[in-house]
Protein backbone atom coordinates (compact mmCIF):
# COMPACT_ATOMS: atom_id res chain seq x y z
CA UNK A 1 0.00 0.00 0.00
CA UNK A 2 2.72 2.35 0.76
CA UNK A 3 4.92 2.44 -3.11
CA UNK A 4 1.40 2.33 -4.46
CA UNK A 5 0.62 5.74 -2.82
CA UNK A 6 3.73 6.87 -3.20
CA UNK A 7 3.92 6.24 -6.75
CA UNK A 8 0.41 7.76 -6.72
CA UNK A 9 1.45 10.57 -5.82
CA UNK A 10 4.89 11.10 -6.67
CA UNK A 11 3.64 10.66 -10.41
CA UNK A 12 1.06 13.16 -9.89
CA UNK A 13 2.87 16.10 -8.52
CA UNK A 14 5.79 15.57 -10.80
CA UNK A 15 3.40 16.30 -13.76
CA UNK A 16 1.45 18.81 -11.95
CA UNK A 17 4.99 20.92 -11.57
CA UNK A 18 5.45 20.36 -15.04
CA UNK A 19 2.42 22.49 -15.76
CA UNK A 20 0.68 18.69 -17.20
CA UNK A 21 -3.30 19.45 -17.54
CA UNK A 22 -4.28 18.37 -14.39
CA UNK A 23 -6.72 15.56 -15.91
CA UNK A 24 -3.35 13.94 -17.41
CA UNK A 25 -1.76 14.40 -14.41
CA UNK A 26 -4.67 12.32 -12.39
CA UNK A 27 -5.14 9.68 -15.53
CA UNK A 28 -1.45 8.78 -15.88
CA UNK A 29 -1.02 8.67 -12.36
CA UNK A 30 -3.83 6.42 -11.72
CA UNK A 31 -2.24 4.43 -14.91
CA UNK A 32 0.88 3.97 -13.48
CA UNK A 33 -0.34 2.74 -10.28
CA UNK A 34 -2.48 0.51 -11.85
CA UNK A 35 1.00 -0.88 -13.51
CA UNK A 36 2.26 -1.89 -9.98
CA UNK A 37 -0.33 -5.14 -9.68
CA UNK A 38 -1.41 -5.81 -13.51
CA UNK A 39 0.18 -5.75 -16.78
CA UNK A 40 -0.57 -2.70 -19.31
CA UNK A 41 -2.87 -4.41 -21.32
CA UNK A 42 -5.09 -5.28 -18.24
CA UNK A 43 -4.29 -1.40 -16.67
CA UNK A 44 -5.66 0.79 -19.71
CA UNK A 45 -8.39 -1.88 -19.95
CA UNK A 46 -9.36 -1.30 -16.47
CA UNK A 47 -8.48 2.33 -16.57
CA UNK A 48 -11.14 3.03 -19.66
CA UNK A 49 -13.96 0.85 -17.85
CA UNK A 50 -13.33 3.37 -14.56
CA UNK A 51 -13.41 6.27 -16.54
CA UNK A 52 -16.71 5.09 -18.44
CA UNK A 53 -18.05 4.21 -15.45
CA UNK A 54 -17.37 7.06 -13.77
CA UNK A 55 -19.53 9.32 -16.42
CA UNK A 56 -22.24 6.52 -16.30
CA UNK A 57 -24.29 9.16 -13.87
CA UNK A 58 -27.99 10.78 -15.10
CA UNK A 59 -27.53 13.44 -12.76
CA UNK A 60 -24.41 14.71 -14.60
CA UNK A 61 -26.43 16.02 -17.62
CA UNK A 62 -26.94 18.58 -15.47
CA UNK A 63 -23.56 20.15 -15.58
CA UNK A 64 -23.53 20.79 -19.37
CA UNK A 65 -27.01 22.62 -18.74
CA UNK A 66 -25.52 24.93 -15.87
CA UNK A 67 -22.63 25.88 -17.53
CA UNK A 68 -24.76 26.90 -20.79
CA UNK A 69 -26.87 28.83 -18.82
CA UNK A 70 -24.21 30.56 -16.86
CA UNK A 71 -22.48 31.48 -19.53
CA UNK A 72 -25.83 32.79 -21.36
CA UNK A 73 -26.19 34.88 -18.28
CA UNK A 74 -22.16 36.28 -18.34
CA UNK A 75 -22.83 37.64 -21.66
CA UNK A 76 -26.50 38.89 -21.35
CA UNK A 77 -25.72 42.03 -19.26
CA UNK A 78 -26.82 40.44 -16.07
CA UNK A 79 -23.81 41.73 -14.66
CA UNK A 80 -24.66 45.02 -15.10
CA UNK A 81 -27.99 45.16 -13.59
CA UNK A 82 -26.96 42.92 -10.57
CA UNK A 83 -24.19 45.66 -10.21
CA UNK A 84 -26.77 48.50 -10.10
CA UNK A 85 -29.01 46.97 -7.87
CA UNK A 86 -25.95 46.11 -5.42
CA UNK A 87 -24.98 50.01 -5.98
CA UNK A 88 -28.97 50.75 -4.98
CA UNK A 89 -29.08 48.35 -1.59
CA UNK A 90 -25.09 48.95 0.06
CA UNK A 91 -23.76 51.49 -1.86
CA UNK A 92 -24.30 54.00 0.52
CA UNK A 93 -22.57 51.98 3.31
CA UNK A 94 -19.19 52.07 4.92
CA UNK A 95 -17.28 50.31 1.98
CA UNK A 96 -19.21 51.69 -0.28
CA UNK A 97 -18.13 50.06 -3.90
CA UNK A 98 -16.14 46.82 -1.98
CA UNK A 99 -19.78 45.77 -0.26
CA UNK A 100 -21.54 46.48 -3.91
CA UNK A 101 -18.68 44.42 -5.67
CA UNK A 102 -19.03 41.56 -2.56
CA UNK A 103 -22.84 41.75 -2.89
CA UNK A 104 -22.75 41.47 -6.93
CA UNK A 105 -20.04 38.33 -7.00
CA UNK A 106 -22.28 36.83 -4.44
CA UNK A 107 -25.47 37.27 -6.92
CA UNK A 108 -23.73 36.60 -10.19
CA UNK A 109 -22.12 33.46 -8.74
CA UNK A 110 -25.06 32.31 -7.46
CA UNK A 111 -26.95 32.62 -11.06
CA UNK A 112 -23.74 31.78 -12.71
CA UNK A 113 -22.50 28.92 -10.52
CA UNK A 114 -19.15 29.64 -11.49
CA UNK A 115 -16.35 31.74 -9.28
CA UNK A 116 -14.02 32.04 -12.74
CA UNK A 117 -17.25 33.40 -14.69
CA UNK A 118 -18.25 36.26 -11.30
CA UNK A 119 -14.16 37.01 -10.98
CA UNK A 120 -14.10 37.85 -14.82
CA UNK A 121 -17.73 39.57 -15.01
CA UNK A 122 -17.64 41.50 -12.42
CA UNK A 123 -14.60 42.56 -11.87
CA UNK A 124 -14.45 43.93 -15.43
CA UNK A 125 -17.48 46.24 -14.50
CA UNK A 126 -15.98 47.04 -10.47
CA UNK A 127 -12.40 47.34 -11.25
CA UNK A 128 -12.07 50.39 -12.87
CA UNK A 129 -15.30 52.07 -11.28
CA UNK A 130 -13.47 51.05 -7.99
CA UNK A 131 -10.02 52.18 -9.44
CA UNK A 132 -11.97 56.22 -10.43
CA UNK A 133 -13.23 55.99 -6.51
CA UNK A 134 -9.68 55.88 -5.61
CA UNK A 135 -9.68 52.33 -4.60
CA UNK A 136 -5.86 50.31 -4.76
CA UNK A 137 -5.94 48.11 -7.73
CA UNK A 138 -4.49 44.80 -5.54
CA UNK A 139 -7.20 45.39 -2.60
CA UNK A 140 -9.93 45.46 -5.69
CA UNK A 141 -8.64 42.64 -7.08
CA UNK A 142 -8.90 41.07 -3.42
CA UNK A 143 -12.23 41.56 -2.90
CA UNK A 144 -13.34 40.29 -6.22
CA UNK A 145 -11.39 37.12 -5.89
CA UNK A 146 -12.40 36.34 -2.48
CA UNK A 147 -16.52 37.49 -2.64
CA UNK A 148 -16.48 35.34 -5.99
CA UNK A 149 -16.04 32.29 -4.26
CA UNK A 150 -19.45 32.41 -2.74
CA UNK A 151 -20.97 31.63 -5.84
CA UNK A 152 -19.78 27.99 -5.05
CA UNK A 153 -22.23 27.52 -1.99
CA UNK A 154 -25.21 29.39 -3.21
CA UNK A 155 -27.08 27.34 -5.61
CA UNK A 156 -26.85 26.21 -8.76
CA UNK A 157 -23.54 24.83 -8.11
CA UNK A 158 -21.74 22.22 -10.54
CA UNK A 159 -19.21 21.15 -7.31
CA UNK A 160 -22.53 20.68 -5.54
CA UNK A 161 -23.83 17.72 -8.25
CA UNK A 162 -20.26 16.57 -8.36
CA UNK A 163 -20.07 16.17 -4.35
CA UNK A 164 -23.35 14.75 -4.58
CA UNK A 165 -22.08 11.58 -6.90
CA UNK A 166 -18.74 11.07 -5.14
CA UNK A 167 -20.61 11.12 -1.93
CA UNK A 168 -22.63 7.95 -3.29
CA UNK A 169 -26.19 9.68 -2.41
CA UNK A 170 -26.17 12.90 -1.21
CA UNK A 171 -29.46 14.57 -2.46
CA UNK A 172 -28.75 17.35 -4.89
CA UNK A 173 -31.41 19.45 -3.99
CA UNK A 174 -30.91 19.11 -0.43
CA UNK A 175 -27.23 19.92 -0.93
CA UNK A 176 -28.48 23.30 -3.09
CA UNK A 177 -30.35 24.57 -0.09
CA UNK A 178 -28.12 23.60 2.82
CA UNK A 179 -25.86 26.09 0.86
CA UNK A 180 -27.32 29.30 1.12
CA UNK A 181 -26.64 29.79 4.82
CA UNK A 182 -23.19 29.47 4.61
CA UNK A 183 -22.87 31.16 1.78
CA UNK A 184 -24.76 34.18 2.65
CA UNK A 185 -22.75 34.21 6.54
CA UNK A 186 -19.20 33.92 4.19
CA UNK A 187 -20.66 37.28 2.16
CA UNK A 188 -21.49 38.91 4.99
CA UNK A 189 -18.22 37.71 6.75
CA UNK A 190 -16.37 39.42 4.13
CA UNK A 191 -18.47 42.42 3.63
CA UNK A 192 -17.58 43.45 7.53
CA UNK A 193 -13.65 42.78 6.64
CA UNK A 194 -14.26 45.44 3.48
CA UNK A 195 -16.62 47.68 6.02
CA UNK A 196 -13.59 47.76 8.22
CA UNK A 197 -10.74 48.56 5.58
CA UNK A 198 -12.51 50.96 4.08
CA UNK A 199 -13.09 52.95 7.04
CA UNK A 200 -9.13 52.56 8.19
CA UNK A 201 -8.28 53.64 4.28
CA UNK A 202 -10.82 56.16 4.59
CA UNK A 203 -11.69 55.32 1.15
CA UNK A 204 -15.25 57.01 0.16
CA UNK A 205 -18.92 56.51 1.07
CA UNK A 206 -21.14 56.29 -2.13
CA UNK A 207 -23.74 59.05 -2.79
CA UNK A 208 -27.66 57.79 -0.86
CA UNK A 209 -30.19 57.16 -3.86
CA UNK A 210 -33.76 58.25 -3.60
CA UNK A 211 -36.33 55.57 -2.55
CA UNK A 212 -38.07 55.60 -6.28
CA UNK A 213 -34.15 54.86 -8.04
CA UNK A 214 -33.29 52.26 -5.12
CA UNK A 215 -36.64 50.66 -6.14
CA UNK A 216 -36.20 50.57 -9.86
CA UNK A 217 -32.53 49.25 -9.99
CA UNK A 218 -33.54 46.39 -7.80
CA UNK A 219 -36.70 45.88 -10.27
CA UNK A 220 -34.39 45.41 -13.44
CA UNK A 221 -32.46 42.74 -11.69
CA UNK A 222 -35.67 40.45 -10.95
CA UNK A 223 -35.96 39.11 -13.96
CA UNK A 224 -32.25 37.76 -13.37
CA UNK A 225 -33.07 36.76 -9.66
CA UNK A 226 -35.99 35.15 -10.67
CA UNK A 227 -33.74 32.47 -12.44
CA UNK A 228 -32.59 31.41 -8.76
CA UNK A 229 -36.33 31.02 -7.71
CA UNK A 230 -37.48 28.95 -10.41
CA UNK A 231 -35.00 26.52 -10.60
CA UNK A 232 -34.39 25.90 -6.35
CA UNK A 233 -38.37 26.44 -6.58
CA UNK A 234 -39.19 23.49 -8.78
CA UNK A 235 -36.37 21.17 -7.24
CA UNK A 236 -37.56 22.21 -3.75
CA UNK A 237 -41.28 21.19 -5.16
CA UNK A 238 -40.48 17.87 -6.62
CA UNK A 239 -41.90 19.76 -10.49
CA UNK A 240 -38.61 18.37 -11.66
CA UNK A 241 -34.92 17.04 -10.98
CA UNK A 242 -31.63 19.04 -10.75
CA UNK A 243 -31.14 17.50 -14.46
CA UNK A 244 -34.13 19.04 -16.11
CA UNK A 245 -33.94 22.28 -13.62
CA UNK A 246 -30.34 22.79 -15.92
CA UNK A 247 -32.53 22.01 -19.24
CA UNK A 248 -35.13 24.75 -17.67
CA UNK A 249 -32.19 27.08 -16.57
CA UNK A 250 -30.88 27.73 -20.46
CA UNK A 251 -34.41 28.16 -21.58
CA UNK A 252 -35.02 30.52 -19.03
CA UNK A 253 -31.37 32.67 -19.18
CA UNK A 254 -31.85 32.37 -23.16
CA UNK A 255 -35.33 34.49 -23.03
CA UNK A 256 -33.79 36.82 -20.79
CA UNK A 257 -30.20 37.46 -23.15
CA UNK A 258 -31.39 37.48 -26.04
CA UNK A 259 -35.05 37.55 -26.59
CA UNK A 260 -35.46 40.52 -24.02
CA UNK A 261 -32.32 41.83 -22.82
CA UNK A 262 -30.57 41.79 -26.12
CA UNK A 263 -27.19 41.55 -24.71
CA UNK A 264 -26.21 37.96 -26.74
CA UNK A 265 -26.93 38.34 -30.53
CA UNK A 266 -27.56 34.98 -32.48
CA UNK A 267 -24.41 35.01 -34.24
CA UNK A 268 -23.20 34.63 -30.19
CA UNK A 269 -24.73 32.17 -29.76
CA UNK A 270 -22.49 29.47 -32.09
CA UNK A 271 -19.09 30.62 -29.60
CA UNK A 272 -20.77 30.15 -26.79
CA UNK A 273 -22.33 26.57 -27.18
CA UNK A 274 -18.81 26.03 -28.30
CA UNK A 275 -17.31 27.47 -24.72
CA UNK A 276 -19.78 25.67 -23.31
CA UNK A 277 -18.87 22.49 -25.35
CA UNK A 278 -15.08 22.99 -24.35
CA UNK A 279 -15.72 24.04 -20.47
CA UNK A 280 -18.20 20.60 -19.89
CA UNK A 281 -15.54 19.11 -21.49
CA UNK A 282 -12.82 19.34 -19.24
CA UNK A 283 -14.54 18.95 -16.17
CA UNK A 284 -16.03 15.38 -17.44
CA UNK A 285 -12.62 14.87 -18.32
CA UNK A 286 -11.42 15.53 -14.45
CA UNK A 287 -14.91 13.48 -13.25
CA UNK A 288 -13.30 10.77 -15.42
CA UNK A 289 -9.81 10.66 -14.23
CA UNK A 290 -11.13 10.97 -10.66
CA UNK A 291 -13.49 8.52 -10.86
CA UNK A 292 -10.41 5.97 -12.06
CA UNK A 293 -7.73 7.38 -9.32
CA UNK A 294 -10.69 6.59 -6.78
CA UNK A 295 -11.51 3.27 -7.53
CA UNK A 296 -7.19 2.54 -7.27
CA UNK A 297 -7.16 4.16 -4.08
CA UNK A 298 -9.92 2.17 -2.94
CA UNK A 299 -8.29 -1.15 -4.74
CA UNK A 300 -5.28 -0.45 -2.72
CA UNK A 301 -6.71 0.41 0.78
CA UNK A 302 -5.85 3.36 0.64
CA UNK A 303 -8.89 5.00 2.45
CA UNK A 304 -8.96 2.93 4.66
CA UNK A 305 -5.71 3.68 5.90
CA UNK A 306 -6.13 6.94 6.31
CA UNK A 307 -9.37 6.43 8.27
CA UNK A 308 -7.51 4.39 10.44
CA UNK A 309 -4.55 6.71 10.76
CA UNK A 310 -6.83 9.57 11.73
CA UNK A 311 -9.01 7.63 14.54
CA UNK A 312 -5.79 6.34 16.32
CA UNK A 313 -4.39 9.99 16.15
CA UNK A 314 -7.71 10.73 18.34
CA UNK A 315 -11.06 9.95 18.99
CA UNK A 316 -11.69 13.93 19.75
CA UNK A 317 -14.00 14.80 16.88
CA UNK A 318 -12.54 18.28 17.00
CA UNK A 319 -9.37 17.68 16.38
CA UNK A 320 -9.79 14.87 13.61
CA UNK A 321 -12.11 17.44 11.89
CA UNK A 322 -9.79 20.31 12.65
CA UNK A 323 -7.16 17.79 10.97
CA UNK A 324 -9.44 16.92 7.60
CA UNK A 325 -9.84 20.76 7.10
CA UNK A 326 -6.13 21.50 7.00
CA UNK A 327 -5.80 18.31 4.67
CA UNK A 328 -8.15 20.02 2.36
CA UNK A 329 -6.65 23.46 2.69
CA UNK A 330 -3.08 22.29 1.28
CA UNK A 331 -5.21 20.33 -1.05
CA UNK A 332 -7.03 22.94 -2.35
CA UNK A 333 -4.11 25.46 -2.70
CA UNK A 334 -2.40 22.59 -5.50
CA UNK A 335 -5.51 21.28 -6.91
CA UNK A 336 -8.74 22.15 -8.66
CA UNK A 337 -12.26 21.92 -6.59
CA UNK A 338 -13.34 18.75 -9.01
CA UNK A 339 -10.87 16.48 -8.63
CA UNK A 340 -10.05 17.24 -4.90
CA UNK A 341 -13.88 16.46 -4.35
CA UNK A 342 -14.11 13.06 -6.17
CA UNK A 343 -10.84 12.21 -4.37
CA UNK A 344 -10.51 12.90 -1.34
CA UNK A 345 -14.78 12.56 -0.69
CA UNK A 346 -14.52 8.36 -0.32
CA UNK A 347 -11.11 8.98 1.64
CA UNK A 348 -12.55 11.29 4.28
CA UNK A 349 -16.52 11.34 4.20
CA UNK A 350 -16.28 7.98 5.99
CA UNK A 351 -13.93 9.11 8.61
CA UNK A 352 -16.37 11.85 9.22
CA UNK A 353 -19.57 9.67 9.36
CA UNK A 354 -17.46 7.86 12.33
CA UNK A 355 -17.85 11.02 13.76
CA UNK A 356 -21.53 11.49 13.71
CA UNK A 357 -20.81 14.32 10.92
CA UNK A 358 -23.61 14.07 8.23
CA UNK A 359 -22.81 13.52 4.73
CA UNK A 360 -24.92 16.90 3.97
CA UNK A 361 -22.83 18.64 6.13
CA UNK A 362 -19.47 17.24 5.03
CA UNK A 363 -20.48 18.43 1.53
CA UNK A 364 -20.95 21.88 2.68
CA UNK A 365 -17.95 21.70 4.76
CA UNK A 366 -15.45 20.71 2.20
CA UNK A 367 -16.72 22.89 -0.87
CA UNK A 368 -15.97 25.95 1.37
CA UNK A 369 -13.00 24.48 2.20
CA UNK A 370 -12.00 23.88 -1.14
CA UNK A 371 -13.39 27.22 -2.30
CA UNK A 372 -10.57 28.79 -0.04
CA UNK A 373 -8.03 27.26 -2.40
CA UNK A 374 -9.22 29.05 -5.75
CA UNK A 375 -7.95 32.05 -4.00
CA UNK A 376 -4.44 30.23 -2.76
CA UNK A 377 -1.39 30.38 -4.18
CA UNK A 378 0.15 28.60 -6.20
CA UNK A 379 -2.42 27.19 -8.47
CA UNK A 380 -5.52 29.37 -7.38
CA UNK A 381 -7.56 30.05 -11.03
CA UNK A 382 -9.28 33.09 -9.25
CA UNK A 383 -7.15 34.26 -8.09
CA UNK A 384 -5.19 34.77 -11.39
CA UNK A 385 -8.20 35.36 -13.07
CA UNK A 386 -8.26 38.50 -10.82
CA UNK A 387 -4.85 39.17 -11.27
CA UNK A 388 -5.71 39.12 -14.68
CA UNK A 389 -8.59 41.77 -14.96
CA UNK A 390 -7.24 43.95 -12.42
CA UNK A 391 -3.77 44.09 -14.26
CA UNK A 392 -1.90 43.42 -10.52
CA UNK A 393 1.18 40.72 -9.97
CA UNK A 394 -0.06 37.89 -7.78
CA UNK A 395 2.34 39.33 -4.89
CA UNK A 396 0.50 42.70 -4.65
CA UNK A 397 -2.72 40.59 -3.36
CA UNK A 398 -1.75 38.38 -0.87
CA UNK A 399 -1.64 41.53 1.67
CA UNK A 400 -5.13 43.06 1.50
CA UNK A 401 -6.00 38.62 1.28
CA UNK A 402 -5.21 37.94 4.68
CA UNK A 403 -7.67 39.75 6.78
CA UNK A 404 -9.99 37.99 3.72
CA UNK A 405 -8.60 34.41 4.35
CA UNK A 406 -9.42 34.62 8.09
CA UNK A 407 -12.63 35.92 7.74
CA UNK A 408 -13.21 33.08 5.06
CA UNK A 409 -11.80 30.27 7.61
CA UNK A 410 -13.78 31.66 10.47
CA UNK A 411 -16.63 30.95 8.57
CA UNK A 412 -15.23 27.44 7.38
CA UNK A 413 -14.68 26.71 11.20
CA UNK A 414 -18.45 28.06 12.06
CA UNK A 415 -19.77 25.52 9.38
CA UNK A 416 -17.66 22.88 10.85
CA UNK A 417 -18.81 22.82 14.19
CA UNK A 418 -22.12 24.02 13.97
CA UNK A 419 -24.10 21.32 11.70
CA UNK A 420 -27.36 23.63 12.08
CA UNK A 421 -25.97 26.28 9.47
CA UNK A 422 -25.62 23.30 6.89
CA UNK A 423 -28.62 21.15 7.94
CA UNK A 424 -31.43 23.32 9.30
CA UNK A 425 -32.49 25.13 5.89
CA UNK A 426 -33.08 21.66 4.19
CA UNK A 427 -35.00 20.30 7.62
CA UNK A 428 -37.38 22.99 7.34
CA UNK A 429 -38.18 22.76 3.41
CA UNK A 430 -38.50 18.80 3.92
CA UNK A 431 -35.24 17.43 2.42
Known amino acids: MEMSALVLLGIFFILLFLNVPISFCIGLATLGTMLLSMDLLPALTTLAQRMAGGLNSFALLAIPFFVLSGLLMGRGGIAKRLIECAMALVGALPGGLALVNVLSCMLFGAISGSAVAATSAIGSFMLPEMKKQGYDDSYSAAVTAAAATT ?13 AIASGGVSIAALFVAGYLPGILLGAALMIVCAGYARKKGYPVGARLPLKLVLSKIAAAV ?28 VYSFVLAVLVYKEVAWADLGKILLKSTETTAIVLALIATSAAMSWILSYENIPQSISSGLMALSENPIIILLIINLILLVVGAFMDMTPAVLIFTPIFLPVAVELGVSPL ?20 SVLFVACAVAKVKLEQMIKPLMPMYLAMIAVLLLVTYVPAISEWLPSVVGL
Open 151 to 163: GLLIPPSNIMIVY
Open 223 to 250: PSLLMIVVVIGGIISGAFTATEAGAIAV
Open 361 to 380: HFGIMMILNLSIGLVSPPVG
